[in-house]
């Protein structure tokens, strides 16, 4: 069995759809998307779908719920974790966490992400 996609309800379609675009690199692939929804691929072929079918200005999650990207070494979270930082996104410093550098932020769109090397 092959997980073909996640959907996630975030409060700005677009906001989210470029943030992942530009920090993670996700594509995509020609679907310019709208309010309501867009479809965004990674390398591997995850399909991530961003979703406000009802025009929600906030969305609430478990307070443990989020995504995660894996950076390919902890040189490189800290890296991410700078970027977003010189870039006005409230990120605290990343810090050894169940066995990984990491760190966690609240990303446009009111959604959770961890970062992890």
């Known amino acids: ?54 025009g929600a200005t906030e969305v609430k999650y478990p307070s443990s719920f989020h995504i995660g990207f894996i950076q390919e070494s902890p040189a490189k979270v800290d890296e991410m974790n700078a970027r977003l930082k010189a870039d006005g996104y409230e990120v605290d410093p990343p810090s050894r966490q169940h066995g990984s550098w990491t760190f966690y932020f609240v990303a446009p769109g009111d959604f959770m992400i961890e970062v992890l090397g």
């Not at 675009?21 to 990674?42: E, H, Q, S, W």
């Open 1 to 54: 069995m092959i997980l073909n996609h996640v959907n996630l309800a975030v409060s700005d379609v677009q906001k989210a759809r470029e943030f992942l675009m530009k920090y993670f690199g996700l594509d995509p692939k020609g679907l310019p998307g709208n309010d309501k929804v867009a479809i965004l691929r990674d390398e591997q072929g995850m399909v991530l779908t961003l979703t406000n079918f009802e």
